[in-house]
Nanobody, 121 residues
């Protein structure tokens, strides 16, 4: 079992930036892919990006150009850089692990508790 802890969320003005962190512990493995999802009130959970420990990435079209996923294998951590934030980016952001590089949240088995991002206009 992998434990995930997100951090770095907060309140930011439109146009601002944040860096979210996802720290993994427990049975971490180079086989795992880690992804970021978000869920706004009243909306379905949405895939943002995923990364392999080897560095391969996959992005949703909605985040390309503004969001960037990266990782630090030595720290067992994955990051999500959010730039040019908009009020519609307000959501709880989650990281999760999977054995596949996929945007299907049903393929992700371990989830963090989430971190709130609020973008004011």
């Amino acid at each position: 079992q992998v434990q995930l802890v997100e951090s770095g969320g907060g309140l930011v003005q439109a146009g601002g930036s944040l860096r979210l962190s996802c720290a993994a512990s427990g049975r971490t493995s180079s086989q795992y892919f880690i992804a970021w999802f978000r869920q706004a009130p009243g909306k379905e959970r949405e895939f943002i990006a995923a990364i392999a420990w080897s560095g391969g990435t996959r992005y949703a079209d909605s985040g390309k150009g503004r969001f960037a996923i990266s990782r630090d294998n030595a720290k067992n951590s994955v990051y999500l850089h959010l730039d040019s934030l908009k009020p519609e980016d307000t959501a709880v952001y989650y990281c999760a692990t999977s054995l596949r590089l996929t945007d299907d949240d049903r393929q992700y088995s371990s989830w963090g508790q989430g971190t709130q991002v609020t973008v004011s206009s």
